[in-house]
């Protein structure tokens, strides 16, 4: 299950909706960056770390090794989620090759944002600053980085913050970071506790999904972010640090490409973007206004609102593309409701004049094109309590019609509110 777009599409209900048939529920990526909203009934939860599968009682959840944990908002979301009757026990499993997210991470990245906005005019991220880039930074330059299991061993990773802490110092500094400072000693003893509180769950959870897999049990992954924010295939630099589309599922998990049989991408039937980064059919007027307005369309884990626009399928296109998508989830299409006309974008027309229907994964690049438009008819009616796609306004089932011509791949389920209910899937 992957996001197709920048991340808010609606993952969140659609694993809650796909747990039911799986037994495992896996996050292979990203860290608290992300925000997945579940609403069953009254409730309304907001998962950041946890698989939102957690709210089942007999499902295993699992936090796998190509995630980024901070092990303090871990244990902020396990106590919320305790405090509201979920059962967190044995059901989640957090892998000892999971990196951890420090403090200092999340100055780094509040200074490195900072500094950016200060000196350089539009090369400011607009990050979450929840420590996301600093911390993937750490784990690819090996020796500086901290992963779950040196939680368990008090005194090493005493020594090893020792060592440390005086270099990220020095790179605190020179990112201009006047705040708190690091006291090693202190962080060890910290960390050392929150990695006792967190020793029940902590495992080689490589060989735990190959354990289940071997036992015939059926596995979800949960892709945090999105496609077109995916370090190597999003518009890069505006991107976060991780491998969000469904190629960072071998590497985040061990396991490997063939044992994945369907994939859902979870697409809006509009675009949103929260944060820095080119976004071609971008509103900046009334209809953006109001799509953001009966979206509701601000971030759940920032409460940044998010910027609005058209549904780019030239974008959605190349997420299938490269996440191999088998199925769609075409979400919050409620929000169209009362348009007198819709928009799609299926092409791009370059500086130089030449139309084109490929994405361009390059932010500067992509700056500079101009979305090629088709128009479509819009529908008056509120959809939210329809049950099934035929009892759908004639125009909204041929958006959904086009949006599967375009794509090449069937919309497998409409989404027409946040709940559970509110939810038809083709049968
Ligand atoms: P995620 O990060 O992909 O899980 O998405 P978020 O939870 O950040 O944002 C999606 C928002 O849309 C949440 O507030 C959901 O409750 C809400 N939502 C999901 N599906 C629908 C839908 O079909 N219609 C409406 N109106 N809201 C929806
Ligand atoms: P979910 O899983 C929307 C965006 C940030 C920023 C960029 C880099 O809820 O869909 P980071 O903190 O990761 O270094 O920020 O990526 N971003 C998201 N936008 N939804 C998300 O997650 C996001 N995760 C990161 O806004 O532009
Ligand atoms: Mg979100």
Redesign the pocket.
């Known amino acids: 299950m992957v996001?197709l777009q920048?991340?808010?599409?609606g993952?969140g209900k659609i694993v809650d909706l796909l747990t039911a048939e799986h037994d495992v529920i896996v996050r292979y990526n990203?860290g608290a960056?992300?925000?997945?909203t579940v609403v069953v009934g009254d409730e309304r939860y907001a998962l950041h770390l946890i698989p939102a599968g957690i709210l089942y009682t007999d499902k295993v959840c699992v936090i796998a090794n190509g995630v980024v944990v901070d092990p303090i908002k871990l244990l902020e979301e396990i106590q919320a989620l305790r405090a509201r009757g979920i059962e967190v026990g044995d059901n989640l499993r957090i892998s000892n090759r999971a990196h951890v997210v420090m403090p200092y991470h999340k100055w780094m990245?509040e200074a490195l944002e900072a500094s950016l906005h200060g000196a350089a005019e539009g090369m400011a991220?607009?990050?979450?600053?929840?420590g996301?880039?600093p911390a993937y930074a750490d784990k690819v330059s090996r020796a500086l980085a901290v992963r779950v299991g040196d939680l368990l061993e008090p005194e090493r990773l005493r020594r090893t913050l020792r060592t440390i802490a005086p270099l990220h110092a020095k790179h605190l500094a020179a990112l201009g970071w006047t705040g708190a400072t690091i006291d090693p000693d202190a962080l060890a003893e910290e960390f050392a506790s929150l990695g006792r509180t967190l020793a029940p769950h902590i495992v080689d959870t490589t060989y735990l999904l190959h354990d289940f897999l071997g036992q015939g049990h059926s596995i979800l992954m949960e892709g945090?972010?999105?496609s077109l924010?995916d370090l190597d295939h999003g518009t890069f630099p505006?991107?976060?640090?991780s491998h969000c589309s469904t190629l960072g599922i071998p590497a985040g998990t061990g396991v490997p490409l063939g044992r994945i049989d369907r994939v859902v991408g979870i697409m809006k039937a509009y675009a949103t973007r929260?944060?820095?980064?080119p976004f071609p059919t971008e509103l900046n007027d009334d209809t953006g206004d109001r799509i953001r307005d009966r979206g509701h369309e601000y971030?759940?884990?920032t409460g940044r609102p998010r910027r609005c626009g058209w549904l780019d399928l030239v974008a959605v296109r190349y997420s299938c593309m490269i996440c191999g998508v088998t199925g769609l989830a075409c979400m919050l299409l409620d929000v169209l409701s009362g348009f007198d006309e819709l928009r799609i974008c299926t092409h791009y027309r370059l500086r130089d004049g030449t139309v084109t229907d490929r994405f361009i994964p390059d932010a500067k690049r992509l700056e500079e094109i101009e979305p090629v438009y088709e128009t479509l008819p819009g529908w008056s009616e509120e959809i939210d309590a329809t049950t099934d796609r035929a009892g759908l306004p004639a125009n909204a089932q041929r958006y959904l019609d086009r949006i599967e011509e375009i794509l090449g791949v069937p919309v497998e389920i409409v989404s027409v509110g946040p709940e559970r209910t509110q939810t038809l899937v083709a049968v």
């Open positions: 996001g920048w991340g808010d599409e993952k990203g960056n992300a925000g997945h990245d991220i607009g990050t979450t600053k929840r996301i880039g945090a972010n999105a924010l505006f991107v976060t640090s929260v944060g820095a980064g971030g759940t884990t």
